[in-house]
């Protein structure tokens, strides 16, 4: 690897700048790799050794970097340093929002969680909607206060929704109720005079799948979010592709079979959503002799008929399992006959619940409506998924903003 020492036309750098330029290339794969020995940063940027101890003690003397261990104890000689970034330069923030709970994260610059909290939300939105904006609030700041960050750098933020691209702000589609959704954005932004950034829970989990979950080895895959709602995150080309109006993923309207009516601009009802959204699912199970329980409808009721039928040993289990499974199939099918993005993984809380099984049943229903081979996978984050691609969203922009960017 040539070292970077020259501008891109072929002008010599001045040694500040080849210096500045080296030093953030450092960081930067610090940034994507980890902690690194002072031999693979040479090996990695090209760079002569003692070009790269002057950077180091750079780093160091600059308090971005620091010692965070040794490695070679297995063999005799001197052991290596091995140099990381500093963690508590910055403390961060992941918020999943819900209909019915806010749950907070608080971590340091490297996405270590430090303190977790979470306020329900069970009385009906229009009820007290600036009491819940209030509350929210309050939680990130008293987590963050446990986790001793005097003031946060970024919140990375996920709710139900459609981002609008130019304003940044957050609209309801139709689906869950999203009013106190928006409203709770405006006041973390108003409150905490930081960035907060905001994105569709569904694309945060799949920046999660993508990151450190069931897609590290897919530049190309669409997440399907099976839950109290209906969505879809689509990836391709490594890039997380969100439309020209924010909507991009929005299958809780895709007009399917089966449903008394067509979707509307205001209401996905007779779209996929009322086909496999956690209500529909509830019914399902009804209609087959499963008990959903007293809060039938809810994601946490369709979670619990879903796994409870996946290691029942009952026909009336299998045949939920296999409609079911029919019907997310039909879902999927429309959107890779669009795509093909050649692998989908299903997340949500019915996703998860469902499991292989679930993912074996409509990969095999797939197959069948389907000419284009796809993959269908399991979600590996759990119900941490949205929570996890809003840290990550909030540390690599905030590693930018403290350590610079390298083109």
């Not at 308090?63 to 140099?83: Q, S």
Request: hydrophobic content about 45%; overall charge negative.
């Amino acid at each position: 690897m040539t070292p970077i020492s020259e501008y891109p036309l072929g002008r010599p750098a001045s040694p500040s700048t080849a210096r500045a330029i080296n030093d953030r290339r450092a960081l930067r794969l610090l940034q994507r790799k980890g902690p690194l020995t002072a031999a693979q940063l040479k090996a990695e940027t090209g760079l002569s050794r003692p070009t790269v101890a002057d950077l180091v003690e750079r780093l160091r003397a600059a308090g971005l970097v620091e010692v965070v261990g040794e490695t070679g104890a297995e063999r005799r000689g001197p052991n290596a340093k091995v140099y990381g970034l500093v963690a508590d330069l910055a403390h961060l923030a992941g918020v999943d929002v819900r209909t019915d709970r806010v749950t907070v994260v608080i971590t340091d610059l490297l996405g270590r969680t430090l303190v977790e909290g979470s306020l329900p939300v069970d009385q009906p939105l229009e009820e007290d909607a600036a009491g819940i904006v209030a509350g929210a609030a309050t939680l990130l700041e008293r987590t963050a206060a446990e986790a001793g960050a005097a003031r946060l750098h970024t919140v990375g933020l996920g709710a139900p929704g459609l981002v609008d691209p130019a304003t940044g702000g957050l609209r309801p589609t139709g689906g869950p109720p999203t009013a106190w959704h928006g409203a709770l954005v405006t006041e973390l932004r108003a409150r905490f005079d930081l960035p907060v950034l905001l994105d569709n829970e569904v694309n945060l989990a799949a920046v999660a799948e993508q990151r450190l979950g069931a897609a590290t080895d897919r530049r190309t895959f669409v997440l399907v979010w099976l839950g109290h709602g209906v969505g879809a995150a689509v990836v391709l080309d490594g890039a997380l592709r969100r439309g020209a109006s924010g909507g991009a993923g929005e299958i809780g309207f895709l007009p399917v079979p089966g449903t008394s009516a067509l979707p509307t601009a205001t209401g996905c009802t007779g779209g996929l959503h009322s086909q496999v959204g956690s209500a529909a699912v509830c019914a399902l199970a009804r209609e087959h002799g499963l008990d959903p329980g007293p809060t039938a409808g809810d994601a946490a009721a369709a979670e619990a008929v879903v796994r409870a039928a996946v290691s029942a040993d009952r026909s009336a289990a299998d045949a939920f399992l296999d409609e079911l499974a029919g019907r997310v199939a039909v879902g999927v099918a429309a959107v890779c006959a669009v795509l093909d993005p050649g692998c989908v993984v299903l997340g949500g809380e019915v996703g998860r619940a469902g499991g292989a099984e679930l993912a074996r049943r409509t990969a095999d229903r797939l197959s069948r409506i389907s000419p284009l081979t796809t993959e269908v996978r399991v979600g590996a984050m759990g119900g941490a998924a949205v929570l996890r691609g809003a840290v990550l969203t909030a540390m690599d922009a905030a590693q930018e903003a403290v350590f610079g960017s390298v083109d």
